[in-house]
Nanobody, 130 residues
């Protein structure tokens, strides 16, 4: 069974950076997508970024609020997904989750929805102090 394990969260001052990692075990798929979400206390889970991988290539999509500050990437050799977060703000404080799906995504925007994903990690806390 596929397992996703996030790491890299912690406490950082406003303006600082963090890189989150999501290690995927038993991942053997050639067409798939992976994404990052977050959930702040009292709020719904929010889409941040997604990476779609197909035989013909890969592409990414970002939520507007993090575009230019956050970067999603993947190391295929390590089966690990990353989220580089720069210029962090107190509003970025949340539990961050990675998610994955193991089939083809025809419409990239579909990756904004939680329901598009099959597998989820347990989350990692990010706290940004002012």
């Amino acid at each position: 069974q596929v397992q996703l394990v996030e790491s890299g969260g912690g406490l950082v001052q406003a303006g600082g950076s963090l890189r989150l990692s999501c290690a995927a075990s038993r991942w053997t798929f050639s067409n798939y997508a992976m994404g990052w979400f977050r959930q702040a206390p009292g709020k719904d889970r929010e889409f941040l970024a997604a990476l779609r991988v197909r035989v013909i290539g890969s592409d990414t999509i970002y939520e507007d609020s993090v575009k230019g500050r956050f970067t999603i990437s993947r190391n295929n050799a390590k089966n690990t997904l990353y989220l580089q977060m720069n210029s962090l703000k107190p509003d970025d404080t949340a539990v961050y989750y990675c998610a994955a799906k193991s089939d083809v995504t025809w419409i990239l925007d579909q990756l904004r929805a939680e329901g598009a994903y099959t597998y989820w990690g347990q989350g990692t806390q990010v706290t940004v102090s002012s």
